[in-house]
């Protein structure tokens, strides 16, 4: 199973970015699917979380900026990020929890980071 993540970039404070993550290999069900972020110098912090019912959690952080979302027929979860800040800069990672057979327990899987840059 690999993630690959895409959509960082650099963008001045304010914009927006989204973020996409698409699951593929040996798949059976994907449970839930997250966003982290590792700041320069930080430790990685959970973003925002999504279960397979569409149930989502953020951190108070990015509460009403981010949104997070995903197709389960494409195995991809989203991150629309608006209003960015100088703070939102950091790498961000997908996180999806896998089942590749219905006799196998779910296992974290990680995806590669995409930067996203706030700067003026």
């Known amino acids: 199973v690999q993630l690959q993540a895409s959509g960082g970039g650099l963008v001045q404070p304010g914009g927006s970015l989204r973020l996409s993550c698409a699951a593929s290999?040996?798949?059976?069900?994907?449970?839930?699917m997250a966003w982290y972020r590792q700041a320069p110098g930080k430790q990685r912090e959970l973003v925002a979380t999504i279960t397979s019912a569409g149930v989502t959690n953020y951190a108070d952080s990015v509460k009403g900026r981010f949104t997070i979302s995903r197709d389960n027929v494409k195995n991809t979860v989203y991150l629309q990020m608006n209003s960015l800040k100088f703070e939102d800069t950091a790498v961000y990672f997908c996180n999806a929890e896998v089942a590749e057979d219905i006799e196998v327990p779910p296992y974290d899987y990680w995806g590669q980071g995409t930067l996203v840059t706030v700067s003026s």
């Open positions: 290999g040996d798949i059976f069900s994907i449970d839930a």
